[in-house]
């Protein structure tokens, strides 16, 4: 850190001078322009380079057996372009992985294929996808799944309960496109200033991010254990006891969400105080599963362990609502 004194001209404007060493290595000269800006957290921000077309990124990666999880790691890294580059040949079986793994990643897509190489790139700007827009977009999709996948359960539903599993795939796209933004905007000090977002709320929204996909997964699952009933309806009191806990796990869920992105620590504190009534619902229908077949009781016993678990979920989103540090 340099400490430079404020000078004052005749006329009463502030002006302070730019270290030198800084300047020419921005290739600072006399009669040069930069630009300033005021961040959200009062800093001034001088920007030589502001008027220049960032370098897209570039990763080359070697067909291999994990060669899906190689693009989606280069995706995430934040890299525009990836390059797979084969010794002899791309086989037809790599060129199936490597357009899947396209599919599975929003803004990716194949621009050049020939024998020996594919490249992909990235035609999504991090700026024009806000991390809290992407996140709530994520939320939405995750809570509808909860939502129609007790309902598909209930009701016997396959037709639903299908539905909420191909959505687990959109959920998945939309996490993977979030941690690319965070993880680009905290390597890029000028695109956190221009969305306003602190390198700590980076974080709060990657855990957060991580456990709204969690609870997406978890619905899956309630589909799948529907699907593998083949049409069984639950009734009675089953139906409704069943309904009632995945109401309060519903509401957690959203209330959580609600707080974090209000920042209301309130909301937040009623989403841990639900715990007791959530372990008393889960213990009733536990006991109650005794009186229904085996398939039919193992099932519904998995169910409410993963409405338990959503509603853990809830309560550690709830536990990020922390106003936010500037």
Known sequence: MEL???????GGT???TLPKDWATNSGITKGSVVSTSVGSNGRLVVDPRYNLEPTPRTATVRPSPYLSREIIGKYLLGYDIIRVEAKDRVTMDQRRIVKEATR????????????VN?????????????????????H?????????????????????????????????RQYFLLVRILRTIIQNPSLSEKLGLHPIDCLDY??????????????????????RLEGT????????????LNKVAYESYT????????????????????REVVEEMERNLESACSALSINIAQALTSVVSILQRIYDYSVDISDLTTPRVR
């Not at 430079?4 to 005749?10: A, G, L, N, S, V």
């Not at 129609?148 to 687990?168: C, K």
């Open 14 to 16: 502030f002006f302070v």
């Open 233 to 244: 309806r639950l009734d009675g009191d089953i139906a409704r006891s069943l309904s009632d």
């Open 255 to 274: 209330d959580a969400l609600a707080a974090f992105f209000s920042r209301n620590i309130s909301m937040a504190e009623s989403v841990r105080e639900k």
């Open 206 to 227: 990657r855990l957060t991010a991580s456990l709204v996909e969690s609870v997406a997964d978890q619905s899956s699952q309630i589909g799948e254990h529907t699907v």
């Open 118 to 138: 594919i490249v992909v790139r990235c035609f999504v700007p991090p700026s024009a996808f806000p991390p809290e827009g992407t996140l709530r977009y994520e």
């Open 140 to 172: 939405s999709l995750a809570s509808s799944m909860l939502r129609d996948a007790v309902i598909s359960m209930i009701e016997g539903d396959t037709q639903l309960a299908r539905q909420v599993v191909a959505r687990d795939n959109e959920v998945d």
């Open 4 to 10: 430079r004194k404020i000078q004052e001209t005749k």
């Open 104 to 115: 599975r990643l929003v803004g990716l897509e194949i621009v050049e294929e020939d024998q």
